[in-house]
């Protein structure tokens, strides 16, 4: 059975015309715990982890080059922890860190 998820706007974040804003500067509290709970290596929840899959979205949406093709096109599969810590350790390798 799949699972289709309703597509969310990414967090709205100012951008001052200089490409994507780091999550710290984000004014969304729940974005921010979210952000928190990963890095710390907490339990995260259903709606955590929609927050930091749109906040991916949106910062690889920012990002230019064919090299990035594949990983933009991955952040509608992050629905897990593990998931994101693929992800993560993929961008990563690339010289992406968006956290």
Same mark, same amino acid.
């Given at each position: 059975?799949?699972?289709? *998820?309703?597509?969310?706007?990414?967090? *709205?974040?100012?951008?001052?015309?200089?490409?994507?804003?780091?999550?710290? /500067?984000?004014?969304? @509290?729940?974005?921010?715990? &979210? #952000?928190?709970?990963? %890095?710390?290596? @907490? /339990?995260?929840?259903? =709606?955590? #982890?929609?927050?930091?899959? @749109?906040? %991916?979205? $949106?910062?690889? =949406?920012?990002?230019?080059?064919? =090299?990035?093709? &594949? %990983? +933009?096109?991955?952040?509608? =599969?992050?629905?897990?922890? $593990? &998931?994101?810590?693929?992800?993560?350790?993929?961008? %990563? +390798?690339?010289?992406?860190?968006?956290?």
């Amino acid at each position: 059975m799949m699972i289709t *998820q309703k597509r969310r706007p990414a967090p *709205q974040i100012a951008r001052h015309g200089l490409g994507p804003v780091f999550w710290m /500067h984000a004014s969304n @509290d729940r974005l921010e715990a &979210a #952000i928190w709970a990963y %890095l710390e290596h @907490d /339990h995260l929840d259903v =709606e955590q #982890i929609a927050l930091i899959r @749109d906040y %991916l979205r $949106q910062w690889m =949406e920012a990002m230019r080059g064919p =090299e990035i093709a &594949a %990983l +933009r096109a991955r952040v509608e =599969e992050l629905t897990s922890r $593990q &998931a994101l810590d693929r992800w993560m350790s993929d961008a %990563l +390798r690339m010289g992406i860190d968006p956290l």
